[in-house]
């Protein structure tokens, strides 16, 4: 009886150790797409603007660091918003059904979303923080653009990859790729 237990529970570890191969394998492939190299570009600029900004947020009104403060937490909002709804996709097999018979239609969708997020955030954010300060932006329109057209980049292996996905958790996947890309809390910049 020891012995059967004993086989059960190394072939129980064998398969799990390969589920999460299989896991991290997707995870690198993902992270290794345009999408999420730009995204962790602009990610980054976002996050220069913000902490170059609060070195010089003595100077101005409260009122004023308050509101991009406002903007800036409702930004992250939005972005999270996305990855959340990656997440979900990613975990779910009926949606990733749905991404591998019409690509088209997840990436028009997923482009509008980005668009919504990145234009709120350039319309309120980072044009007060540019009209207070009187200096541009750490973003840089390349960077924008290389996002918006990775997008295809990653429904395609969202496709290409979706045997794969069968093996992840929620949890694995937010703490493996959601986390590292969403936006710092406002006090966590410096």
Sequence with gaps: MTLFFLLALNHLVAAQTSGERKAQE???ALNKTQFVQEYRDYKAGIELDIAEFKLVESDFQE???KRIQLYYNQSR???DAILDKLQ?????RAMRKTIAQNPERYTKALKGSLTAAVNFYNDNCKKRIEELTEK????DVETIQGLFDGVLGLVELFKSKSASANELTVAYLE???IEPLRLKAWEEIL
Excluded: C, H, W, Y
């Design 136 to 139: 541009d932006s750490a973003m």
């Design 88 to 92: 979900a996709d990613l975990t779910s």
């Design 63 to 65: 009122r004023d660091v």
């Design 26 to 28: 997707l995870i690198a």
């Design 77 to 79: 909002a939005k972005f």
């Design 175 to 177: 703490s493996e790729f």
